[in-house]
């Protein structure tokens, strides 16, 4: 391991939560607070709920919800996808281009799909029996796109390298660290 959470083989080192303190706050919800053992509880639970589709589009508007998703996305080795507007015409688009994708939310969706699982639903697992996990830093983690505003969006795949390397450079810029929650 080269310090940067970057296995010398290419692989990114799990766990996501890193260092992963169970019962350190992740989130304020409305049921109080989240710790990340709950948070990674419940990614798991719904990590084994999720279709065996390669991408999934989330349009959770809470932020634990979103993040429950995509760490159950990552937890299953798929791709993650954020659409600028959660509209029918904006899913028949994404549809066209990957065939094969699925929803997740927190909320009713304001069109209809067959393929869409609610986050919210879903009840935590025992913590101290999920095994760690390993994504290989070519993974495409997200696929996020432009604006679209002169013509159709574009894509910009991030890899899991980019962003295990990234959020090694942000966190100390904007202070997480020095955070007590």
């Not at 070519?138 to 969006?153: C, D, E, L, N, Y």
């Given at each position: ?15 996501l ?47 634990d ?36 994708l699925y ?14 699982v ?21 993974h ?9 505003s ?26 997480l ?5």
């Amino acid at each position: 391991m080269d310090g940067t959470g970057l296995r010398l083989d290419g692989n990114a080192l799990w766990p996501l939560l890193h260092p992963f303190s169970r019962d350190r706050t992740a989130f304020w919800n409305l049921d109080g607070a989240l710790s990340r053992g709950a948070l990674h509880g419940l990614a798991n639970t719904l990590a084994g709920q999720l279709p065996d589709r390669p991408i999934a589009v989330i349009y959770c508007e809470r932020r634990d919800c979103f993040t429950v998703a995509l760490l159950a996305v990552w937890m299953r080795g798929q791709t993650a996808t954020f659409p600028a507007d959660p509209t029918a015409h904006e899913f028949q688009l994404l549809s066209t281009d990957y065939p094969n994708l699925y929803c997740l939310t927190d909320s009713a969706l304001p069109f209809e799909t067959s393929a869409v699982v609610t986050v919210s639903a879903v009840a935590a697992a025992d913590v101290d029996n999920i095994p760690p996990k390993v994504l290989a830093a070519t993974h495409p983690a997200i696929k996020v796109f432009t604006s679209g505003s002169t013509g159709k969006p574009s894509v910009n795949d991030k890899t899991w390298g980019m962003l295990v390397a990234g959020s090694k450079v942000a966190r100390p810029m904007v202070g997480l660290s020095d955070l007590p929650h």
